[in-house]
T-cell receptor, first 113, second 113 residues
Framework: QKEVEQNSGPLSVPEGAIASLNCTYSDRVSQSFFWYRQYSGKSPELIMSIYSNGDKEDGRFTAQLNKASQYVSLLIRDSQPSDSATYLCAVNLYSGNTGKLIFGQGTTLQVKP | DAGVIQSPRHEVTEMGQEVTLRCKPISGHNSLFWYRQTMMRGLELLIYFNNNVPIDDSGMPEDRFSAKMPNASFSTLKIQPSEPRDSAVYFC???????????FGPGTRLTVL
């Protein structure tokens, strides 16, 4: 079992719809969770951080964390064609003070006009 | 504030040549990571440093790869000799510490002919 798993997609949604991206992780002691967006030919860009159970909202983005079920999700409301990208889930495994993250393989999102 | 800086942005070289990639992390960040990304293998962690000390180089594919961090503001990744299968985008990332997100540089696109 991979430490961090995502559905590679592509996930296709119409413009204006809600896009739901999911990620599961294997390490129960993980404490920090991040979502990155990566446009084709660009570097990963941090869009959301979440550290405690529940929802965290930032504009059109909502991150949801459920530590008991070991999953974290990202909701994108009112999806726009400019949201078309690959979304990477990253989890911090407790390994001392090093900041190492484990990344999922990414989910490709396509928002169709 | 300046983000992570990488150079060169593009490198085209011939098989057998030495390649040196450079990275300047964000000031004050104490951990630095080198990644390689390809379509086939996704984002792979090669090596990371904490307070300039290499912590884990298990991701370095072969002895042809080496990395150094002589001080807190500079790191290099060297490939000698380079091979066509080393063609990829190489990212450098830094983080303030445990539990914090990583911030990526723009990457170096390496092509080995």
């Amino acid at each position: 079992q991979k430490e961090v798993e995502q559905n590679s997609g592509p996930l296709s949604v119409p413009e204006g719809a809600i896009a739901s991206l999911n990620c599961t992780y294997s390490d129960r002691v993980s404490q920090s969770f991040f979502w990155y967006r990566q446009y084709s030919g660009k570097s990963p860009e941090l869009i959301m951080s979440i550290y405690s159970n529940g929802d965290k909202e930032d504009g059109r983005f909502t991150a949801q964390l459920n530590k008991a079920s070991q999953y974290v999700s990202l909701l994108i409301r009112d999806s726009q064609p400019s949201d078309s990208a690959t979304y990477l889930c990253a989890v911090n495994l407790y390994s001392g003070n090093t900041g190492k993250l484990i990344f999922g393989q990414g989910t490709t999102l396509q928002v169709k006009p | 504030d300046a983000g992570v800086i990488q150079s060169p942005r593009h490198e085209v070289t011939e098989m057998g040549q030495e390649v040196t990639l450079r990275c300047k992390p964000i000031s004050g960040h104490n951990s630095l990571f080198w990644y390689r990304q390809t379509m086939m293998r996704g984002l792979e962690l090669l090596i990371y440093f904490n307070n300039n000390v290499p912590i884990d180089d298990s991701g370095m594919p072969e002895d042809r790869f080496s990395a150094k961090m002589p001080n807190a503001s500079f790191s290099t990744l060297k490939i000698q000799p380079s091979e066509p299968r080393d063609s990829a985008v190489y990212f450098c990332a830094s983080t303030p510490g445990q539990g914090q997100p990583q911030y990526f540089g723009p990457g170096t696109r390496l092509t080995v002919l």
